[in-house]
């Protein structure tokens, strides 16, 4: 059985282990750094502050069976601040015409640009290896969680949700755009540059080009790039693309990967959203039943989700007794909420 919820101070071992398995900026490798983001995640879903930026959710996902921490997943209450900008690159065309010649180009262009009252980001998610292609859909599972708790806590998040899309990278794992633009402006390695931005985006705003960037002028391999997904990205924008999203016209300025958004309220997921009280039954014919994704109170004030077959009948979302122990010290008396999976 697995089962999501908050993540927790104890969980620090397990969340270092399993960045260890690949490349994650969100979680990196570094104990430090996720002992800082875990203690934010924490007092974030303690009491989260009005102060949107400062708010930090991580969801961690468990295989009961072994007690350990298999998947994380990310929201960022925003993205983009007066102190911290959110920087893209804005992509359009822009048409030459010349009389004497009779002759016109349409030509790709990229605009560095940035936003200081940005928006509530959905950060990425990291699977243990060992568990991708499970029946039970745990990598979905991780990003459905983001939507549920924020259709729940609404008032905790902008109007805007946004996403930010890996791009292709070449098979040493370098970016074509990267090496047409970003290292000639700013003498550094892709990674090196994306790490230090996470801290400090100062030297983007000093150094990176601020006017009109002309695709013609780069490689067709960076200009392929822009605003593409590599292959192991294509399911997420997929699905981002089902329940709402938008690709931007934007994206990121140093590999091309591009951003998504969504209006909060018009995600299908937050749409379809259904609440009720927890009822466990053993008569129900669950093969004929549908999926949900479900939150649930637990007694410490905070919440428990399970991905399961259930019926949702006017207040009540009725599960099967199969799941009581896992739910022993949940309070199934408290409103619980569902979204379709």
């Known amino acids: 059985m697995f089962f999501i919820r908050p993540v927790q101070s104890e969980d620090l071992e397990q969340l270092f282990a399993l960045s260890q398995l690949q490349t994650f900026i969100n979680l990196p490798a570094d104990k430090a750094v996720l002992k800082r983001k875990i203690n934010a995640s924490i ?12 708010n930090y959710y991580v969801f961690v996902l468990i295989d009961q069976s072994q007690s350990k921490v298999i998947g994380a997943s990310i929201i960022h209450g925003k993205h983009g601040t007066e102190k911290e900008p959110h920087f893209f690159l804005s992509v359009g065309v822009e048409e030459k015409f010349s ?11 990229l605009k560095f640009g940035l936003e200081k009252d940005g928006y509530t980001e959905i950060g990425g998610l990291i699977l243990d290896p060992n568990y991708r292609g499970h029946i039970e859909k745990l990598g979905k599972q991780l990003s459905f969680v983001r939507f549920l708790y924020m259709g729940t806590h609404q008032e905790q998040f902008t109007d805007v949700i946004h996403s930010e899309l890996y791009p292709p990278f070449d098979s040493q794992g370098n970016s074509p ?4 633009i970003g290292r000639r402006f700013l003498n550094m390695d892709y990674h090196d540059a994306d790490m230090l931005s996470r801290e400090n985006g100062e030297f983007i705003l000093s150094l990176f080009p601020s006017d009109t960037i002309y695709g013609t002028l780069l490689t067709p391999e960076a200009r392929n790039a822009i605003g593409k997904v590599g292959p192991e990205t294509e399911p997420v ?30 995600i299908s997921l937050i749409r379809e959203m259904k609440s009720g009280n927890i009822q466990f039954s053993n008569d129900l014919d669950f093969t004929k039943l549908d999926d949900y994704l ?18 949702l009948v006017n207040d009540t979302i009725m599960i099967s007794s199969e799941l009581k122990n896992l739910l022993k010290n949940s309070s199934t008396a408290t409103k619980s909420y569902a979204i379709p999976f």
């Not at 007092?43 to 400062?54: H, N």
């Not at 009389?99 to 030509?107: E, V």
């Not at 924008?237 to 309220?265: N, W």
């Open 43 to 54: 007092k974030t879903f303690q009491r989260p502050s009005k102060k949107l930026e400062d």
């Open 99 to 109: 009389k004497t010649l009779n002759t016109g180009f349409m030509h790709g262009t």
């Open 177 to 180: 755009l990267w090496e047409a």
């Open 237 to 266: 924008k997929r699905m981002l693309e089902s329940i709402g999203f938008c690709y931007t016209q934007e994206v990121d300025p140093f590999d091309g990967g591009p951003h998504y958004r969504a209006r909060l309220k018009d």
């Open 294 to 311: 479900i939150l649930i109170s637990t007694n410490d004030d905070s919440f428990v989700v399970i991905k399961t077959t259930a019926s």
